[in-house]
C-alpha cells in the first residue's frame, strides 16, 4: 500500500482504514458543523422541495429518440466521468478499457465511435485523427445535462455538423442559481476510493450582472491504476494486478456569458485537458508487464451568438481546437532509440444557422459549415494531411399540435491533401426527414419515425496510419430506418406521480462500414472495410416515480435492447454479428429518497458476444453484469450545503472484459464529499 492512499475492504460491512483522505472527509464534516450548526429546519424545508424526478427523461414530441439525465437524477448515479453515465441509456455499447484512466468511447446501435458526434456547450468536439472522443476526460462535476439523440437533436435550428452524424450526444454544463444578491456560488468536491484515486475539483461562478456571469472550473485526477482481475491461460487460473495503468490529469474551464437584449445572448468558453497516462495493454500469452506512456493535451477556445426574433433568427458559432499526443513505447527500438511518435492537430471551425419563420406552423433553415483540420507528426515518412470540410444543410419544419414533420438535406464537400497527394474534391448528399403525430386526443402517446442517411469520410488514422501502412478504404455510407412510440404520465395524486415508456424499432445498412480492432496495445489497430453490414433491433426503456408519503419517494428505471447486426457482405457466412456487438443488453435503476438521505442501484447487462468476424468458440466474448449501490446524505447548513456520499462498484466482484484481453476492475469503492457555498 501506498502511504496517503485510502483503501475500503468489504468484510460483512464496511471497515474504512483511516488515511489522509478519510482524515480529510472528517475533518471537513466536523468543521461544517461547528462553524454553522445544524439547521434545524431542514426536514420541512426539504419536503417543500422533493418532487418526483425521473432518472432518465424522454422528450416525447420528440421525432427522434431522446435520451436524458439531468439534475439530481444525473448526480445520483454512480459516476466519475460521463462514459459512466452514459452506460445507462439504451440501444449503447461502451468501448472499456479499464480503470480510471482506460480509454472509453460509445458505439450507438452498432454504427461505429465515429459516428457518434460529441457535443459540448454546443459545438463539436471532433478528433479527424481518429474520430473518437474520450468521454472519460469529461468529469460529471460541471455536466448539468447529457443528452443522446439518434439520429439528431430534435430541432432545424442547429449548425449543419448536427446533421452529419448518425447519434448525437449533447453535453450541458451547469448554470449557475445564485440566491438573492449573492454574487457568488462556490462549490468544491474531493472524491477517493480504490486504485489510489484523489480527484478534487473546484467550481466558481460569478454573477458580474443581472445579465452576465463567469465560470472557472479546474479539476486534479490521480489515480495508480492497479487492480486485481482473474487470468486463465486455459490450463490454471490466477489473480494478477493490473500494471501501467496509471494517470494524472488536470482539466481547467473558464467561460463567459451574457444576455445582450431580451433576445440575445453571447458566451465564449476556454477549455484544457492534460494528462500523462500508462497504456496497461492486452494480457496476451502470459504477458502482464507494458510500458507504454501516453501523454495528452487538448485545448480548445469556442464562441457562440445567438439572436432570435419573431420572423428571422441567427446563430454565428466559432472554435479553435489544438490537440497533442505523444506515445512513447519502449519495447520498441529504432535508429533514433525508443519508437517516440508524436502527434499534433489543429481545427479552425466557424458555423452559421438562419431561421426563417413562414408562418406559424412553417419554419425553413440554412446552416453553413466549414472546417479546416491540419496534422503533423515526427514519424518516418508521415504525410501530414489537411482536409478542408464545407457542410450546408437546407431543412424545414411544420410544426402543428399534434403532428410535427422535420425534413432536411446535407451538403457534404470535401478536399483533402497530403504531401504526396493532391486530393480531388468529392461532393455527397444526405437526406432526413422525421415525423412525430398525436393520433388521439390524450397528449401522453405519440407516434414517431425517421430516415437518415449518412455519409462518413474515413479518419487520418485509418487512411495514413503508419505502422499499418496506408489503408485502402472506401467511405462508409448509411442509412437509418426507425419507428416507435413515447408514452408519458404525470399525475399530481396517488402512489405513481409519473411513468414514462419509449420504444423504438430500427433497422440500419451501413455500405463499406470501416472496421477497427485493437491489438497488443491501443495504439496498434487493423483497419478494413466490411462490404455491407444490415442492423436491426428493438431498444424500450422505461421510467418511473413513486410518492409513498412527504418524505419517501422512490424512483424506478428499466432500459433494453436487442440487436442483430450481421455481416452481410459477398461470401460473409450467414447471421454473423459483427464483433463486439451483443444480442441483449440492458440496465436498470432504482433509487429511494428519505429525508435528506438517499440509497440508489444500478444494474448494467451485456450479452454474449465475439471480438472477431467469425462466430466460432474461441472468439466468443462472455456476458457481464455488474451491479453497483451508492448511498448519500445531504445537510444544509444555514445559506450553504455538505454533500456526502460513498459507492460499492460491482458490488460482487465480478471479473469480466469489455474488450478481449483488457481486463475490468473487481469490486472497487468510491467516497464522494460536496461543499457548496
Known amino acids: 500500500m501506498e502511504s496517503g492512499r485510502l483503501y475500503v475492504l468489504l468484510r460483512a460491512g464496511f471497515v474504512v482504514c483511516f488515511k489522509p483522505g478519510v482524515a480529510f472527509f472528517a475533518a471537513m464534516c466536523w468543521l461544517c458543523t461547528a462553524l454553522y450548526g445544524q439547521d434545524t429546519a431542514s426536514v420541512k424545508r426539504l419536503a417543500e422541495v422533493q418532487v418526483i424526478e425521473r432518472t432518465n427523461t424522454i422528450n416525447i414530441t420528440s421525432p427522434t429518440p431522446a435520451q436524458i439525465l439531468k439534475g439530481a437524477a444525473l448526480q445520483r448515479l454512480n459516476t466519475l466521468s460521463v462514459a459512466d453515465a452514459i452506460r445507462y441509456f439504451s440501444g449503447v455499447q461502451m468501448k472499456d478499457y ?71 450526444v449533447y453535453l450541458t454544463t451547469k448554470s449557475p442559481t445564485f440566491k438573492g444578491n449573492s454574487k457568488d456560488l462556490y462549490k468544491a468536491t474531493f472524491k477517493t476510493g480504490s486504485f489510489g484515486l484523489v480527484n478534487p475539483s473546484i467550481l466558481w461562478q460569478h454573477r458580474i450582472s443581472n445579465a452576465t456571469f463567469s465560470t472557472l ?53 476556454g477549455y484544457l485537458y492534460n494528462s500523462e497516462r500508462g497504456l496497461p495493454g492486452a494480457i496476451i500469452e502470459n504477458r502482464f508487464n507494458y510500458n507504454q506512456r501516453e501523454w495528452d493535451r487538448n485545448l480548445f477556445v469556442q464562441s457562440g451568438f445567438e439572436r432570435r426574433g419573431k420572423i428571422y433568427s441567427v446563430m454565428l458559432k466559432a472554435k479553435y481546437a489544438n490537440d497533442y499526443l505523444r506515445y512513447l513505447d519502449p519495447d520498441i527500438i529504432t535508429t533514433d532509440g525508443f519508437s517516440d511518435s508524436r502527434y499534433h492537430q489543429q481545427e479552425f471551425y466557424f458555423s452559421v444557422a438562419n431561421l426563417l419563420k413562414l408562418e406559424k406552423y412553417w419554419n425553413v433553415s440554412i446552416s453553413a459549415d466549414y472546417a479546416r ?199 460473409a457466412k450467414a447471421k454473423q454479428q459483427i464483433p463486439y456487438t451483443p444480442l441483449h443488453s440492458g440496465s436498470a435503476l432504482a433509487g429511494v429518497l428519505y429525508k435528506n438521505y438517499s440509497v440508489n442501484y444500478s444494474f448494467i447487462y451485456t450479452g454474449e458476444r465475439y471480438n472477431q468476424a467469425a462466430n466460432i468458440a474461441s472468439n466468443y466474448v462472455e456476458p457481464w453484469y455488474t451491479h453497483d449501490l451508492s448511498a448519500n446524505w445531504r445537510q444544509p447548513l444555514k445559506d450553504h450545503e455538505l454533500n456526502i456520499g460513498a459507492e460499492i462498484n460491482n458490488v460482487f466482484n465480478q471479473y469480466y472484459d469489455v474488450v478481449t484481453n483488457f481486463p475490468m476492475p473487481g469490486r472497487f469503492y468510491r467516497l464522494k464529499m460536496t461543499f457548496t457555498y
Open 98 to 168: 479499464g480503470g480510471v484512466g482506460g480509454l472509453k468511447t460509445v458505439n450507438v446501435r452498432s454504427l461505429g465511435s465515429s459516428q457518434t458526434a460529441v457535443f459540448y456547450d454546443g459545438l463539436q468536439v471532433n478528433n479527424a485523427q481518429n474520430g473518437q472522443v474520450d468521454l472519460s476526460k469529461f468529469s460529471m462535476d460541471n455536466i448539468g445535462s447529457i443528452e443522446l439523440y439518434n439520429a439528431q437533436k430534435n430541432t432545424i435550428f442547429q449548425p449543419a455538423r448536427g446533421f452529419a452524424a448518425g447519434n448525437s
Open 217 to 269: 472550473n479546474a479539476e486534479y485526477t490521480h489515480a495508480n491504476g492497479r487492480y486485481k482481475f482473474r487470468y486463465t491461460n486455459g490450463v490454471y487460473d490466477t489473480i494478477a494486478v493490473r500494471n501501467n495503468g496509471d494517470i494524472n490529469a488536470l482539466r481547467f474551464e473558464a467561460g463567459l456569458k451574457t444576455a445582450i437584449t431580451d433576445s440575445s445572448s453571447w458566451e465564449i468558453k
Open 373 to 571: 483540420n491540419a496534422m503533423q507528426s515526427n514519424i518516418f515518412r508521415f504525410v501530414n494531411p489537411l482536409r478542408n470540410t464545407a457542410l450546408i444543410a437546407i431543412a424545414t419544419q411544420l410544426k402543428w399540435s399534434r403532428f410535427d414533420l422535420q425534413a432536411n438535406l446535407l451538403s457534404n464537400i470535401i478536399n483533402e491533401h497530403t504531401q504526396t497527394i493532391t486530393g480531388k474534391t468529392e461532393y455527397k448528399y444526405t437526406p432526413t426527414i422525421a415525423a412525430s403525430w398525436q393520433p388521439f386526443k390524450t397528449e401522453a402517446f405519440r407516434l414517431r419515425g425517421f430516415y437518415k442517411s449518412i455519409y462518413r469520410i474515413p479518419t487520418f488514422n485509418e487512411l495514413y496510419y503508419t505502422f499499418v501502412g496506408t489503408a485502402n478504404l472506401q467511405p462508409e455510407y448509411s442509412r437509418q430506418l426507425d419507428v416507435g412510440f413515447t408514452f408519458q404520465l404525470t399525475r399530481n395524486s396517488g402512489i405513481l406521480r409519473n411513468i414514462s415508456i419509449q420504444t423504438d424499432i430500427y433497422g440500419n445498412k451501413v455500405d463499406n462500414k470501416i472496421i477497427a480492432v485493437p491489438s497488443l496495445n491501443l495504439q496498434r489497430w487493423t483497419m478494413q472495410n466490411i462490404g455491407r453490414v444490415n442492423i436491426k433491433g428493438i431498444e424500450s426503456n422505461m421510467q418511473s416515480g413513486w410518492y409513498i408519503n412527504d418524505e419517501v419517494l422512490i424512483n424506478g428505471g428499466l432500459s433494453y435492447t436487442y440487436q442483430q447486426a450481421y455481416d452481410a457482405s459477398a461470401g
